[in-house]
Nanobody
Framework: QVFPVESGGGLVQAGGSLRLSCAASGVSFSLYTMGWFRQAPGKGREFVAAITWNGDSTYYTDSVKGRFTISRDNTKKTVYLQMNNLKPEDTTLYYC?????????????????WGQGTQVTVSS
């Protein structure tokens, strides 16, 4: 089992940057695919980025490509989401999740463990 806890959210002006962190307790963290999702009120969870267990492959939704970077440090059991050139439309709650397979990395149903979320607000 893995228990993700997100941090690093906050308020930033458009064009600014934030780095989200997700510290995941559990002895098997390094075996898990890790993903970031976001969810606006009244909407479903939207895939943002994912990274394989060893960090060799990363995946992004089109709207964040070139602006966001996902990375992980298995020695610290932490995954990061560096968000640059933030836009007002990036404003929402961001979740970290752990899944056992990179297959269908974009589908929230394939992630078994979720954090509580961290709020990102981008002002125009």
């Amino acid at each position: 089992q893995v228990f993700p806890v997100e941090s690093g959210g906050g308020l930033v002006q458009a064009g600014g940057s934030l780095r989200l962190s997700c510290a995941a307790s559990g002895v098997s963290f390094s075996l898990y695919t890790m993903g970031w999702f976001r969810q606006a009120p009244g909407k479903g969870r939207e895939f943002v980025a994912a990274i394989t267990w060893n960090g060799d492959s990363t995946y992004y939704t089109d709207s964040v490509k070139g602006r966001f970077t996902i990375s992980r440090d298995n020695t610290k059991k932490t995954v990061y989401l560096q968000m640059n050139n933030l836009k007002p439309e990036d404003t929402t709650l961001y979740y970290c999740a752990a899944g056992q397979s990179i297959l269908r990395y974009y589908n929230s149903d394939h992630y078994a463990y979720w954090g509580q979320g961290t709020q990102v607000t981008v002002s125009s």
